[in-house]
């Protein structure tokens, strides 16, 4: 037995739950607001490229991740159940994974729950969302579906490039270059095409369809930038909501609507937008940086939020509507955020970390 080792590990583990909980805590707050460190994994060093084995995932609730050139899959309790890496492109979802490299003329997928392989046999780059299976092809305006056993579902071409989207399990919200969104149901179906206009140059930057479909968002435009709500009312969808935002993005916008469909989280210049669906209402919380991810919790009390400007990261808190609990900043060239109730999951390079929030139940 390595006592040396282990002990070594020990003492860096305890290090980084002292690091995390401090900087959690600098801010005060109020009520019973703390934050429990649970657990810190550091990814193995792998000094090849190295994928996992086809074997099926020993947990249904394993995430997903990748960092830098790593991925595999953790569980709530800390177990990695194996990692790889690769210097190529990766797509990673519960479903399973996918390594290919930028000129792919066809794609392996691999399914977590078997092992077994799913040949995707075109040229393009794969996206996996849950258990959907995309491919956006050659040329940047067409995307397909795929099913689980490799087969193609439906096929949306248009005439300009895609620039925005994003799926749930209800259905697809495409953006393109020349100010189109078009809402498909889980057929590929066309429920709606819209172009919301209002902008001197019509684009759609970021686009996200909630959870049960029945609300589209997207930021559009450039001078002057918009957000844009739409509602599902019957087979169509119709604006009911937009604002004009400060300033303009130039580049793709992050927009994402939490579980519940209520809020919906959405990139601006000047910060970090939050729309609530329930009061037709939005105000932005003035966040430095690029919207990595967010997350929040079943009751909606809380929202996490992960920025990266250049080599630093910024983890907020925020408790709703928009008072800011704690903040910490940290070095590192990647990360990812997970939140799952009162349970962050935190990527940073080599190291994976669970923080439990407590005190609010």
Known sequence: MNIKGNIKYLLAGTIVFLLVYLLLAAIPMGRDFYFEPTWVRYLPEITEEQTPSEQPLPDETAEPFVLGTSFGYFTGDGSLLFTGATEERVAISPLGWAI????????????????????????GYVHLQQDRIYLFHPGGN??????????????????????????????????????????????????????????????????????????????????????????????????????????????????????????????TETGLGIFDSTALASRVLPITGRIVAT??????????????????????VFEEPDHLIAKTEFPGEHAFLRQQGTTIYLGIDNRISRIDIRGYE
């Open 142 to 267: 067409r995307v397909s579906r795929y099913d689980a056993s490799g087969s193609s579902l439906w096929t949306r071409a248009h005439s300009a490039p895609i620039t925005a989207f994003n799926t749930s399990p209800s259905g697809t919200v495409l953006g393109y270059a020349d100010g189109n969104l078009s809402i498909l149901d889980q057929d590929g179906s066309l429920l709606s095409s819209l172009y919301p206009g209002g902008s001197d140059h019509e684009v759609i930057l970021g686009a996200a369809i909630s959870p049960d479909g029945a609300l589209v968002a997207c930021v559009s435009g450039i001078d002057r930038q918009r957000f844009i709500v739409a509602s599902r009312m019957g087979n169509q969808y119709r604006i009911v909501y937009h604002s004009y935002l400060d300033g303009n993005l130039r580049r793709q916008a992050y927009v994402h609507f939490e579980q519940s469909g209520r809020y919906a989280f959405f990139e």
């Open 295 to 316: 997350g929040s919790d079943p009751s909606n009390t809380v929202f996490t939020v992960l920025a990266r400007m250049e080599n630093r990261f910024t983890l907020s």
């Open 100 to 123: 290919y490299p930028h000129d792919a003329e066809q794609t392996t997928i691999t399914l977590a729950a078997n092992g077994a392989r799913v040949l995707i046999p075109e040229p």
